[in-house]
């Protein structure tokens, strides 16, 4: 019930920045929180960053201080500004967001995007 689009991913020399995107679409009015999480060749999913309907924010400890989730007015757009990126960094970066799924009669589900690509590299 809820649609998540990714954009914004690209090649990027390091120290760059980039910005991602993630529209929500359906029953936004459901989402109680969206966030960032990321994935690299052969390692699991990890938390990035995410934000509560109320705008609280987490941080990854590996991006604290680099990383800037944030929102729009509506809260059915997120986004992720990304400084300061290293090699590391590299990785498919999925939107998520937890809300209603009446198909499966949930009130918290996770949903997700189809990622897009982050590449670190000189």
């Known amino acids: 019930q809820v649609q998540l689009v990714e954009s914004g991913g690209d090649l990027v020399q390091p120290g760059g920045s980039l910005r991602l995107s993630c529209a929500a679409s359906?029953?936004?009015?459901?989402?109680?929180?969206m966030g960032w999480y990321r994935q690299a060749p052969g390692k699991q999913r990890e938390l990035v960053a995410d934000?509560?309907?109320?705008?609280?924010?987490n941080y990854a400890d590996f991006v604290k201080g680099r990383f800037t989730i944030s929102r729009d007015n509506a809260k059915t757009t997120v986004y992720l500004q990304m400084n300061r990126l290293k090699p590391e960094d590299t990785a498919v970066y999925y939107c998520?967001?937890?809300?209603?799924?009446?198909?499966?009669?949930?009130?918290?589900?996770?949903?997700w995007g189809q990622g897009t690509q982050v590449t670190v590299s000189s």
């Open positions: 998520n967001a937890v809300g209603m799924n009446l198909r499966v009669g949930v009130f918290e589900y996770d949903y």
């Open positions: 359906g029953s936004i009015s459901s989402i109680k929180s």
């Open positions: 934000i509560t309907s109320g705008g609280n924010t």
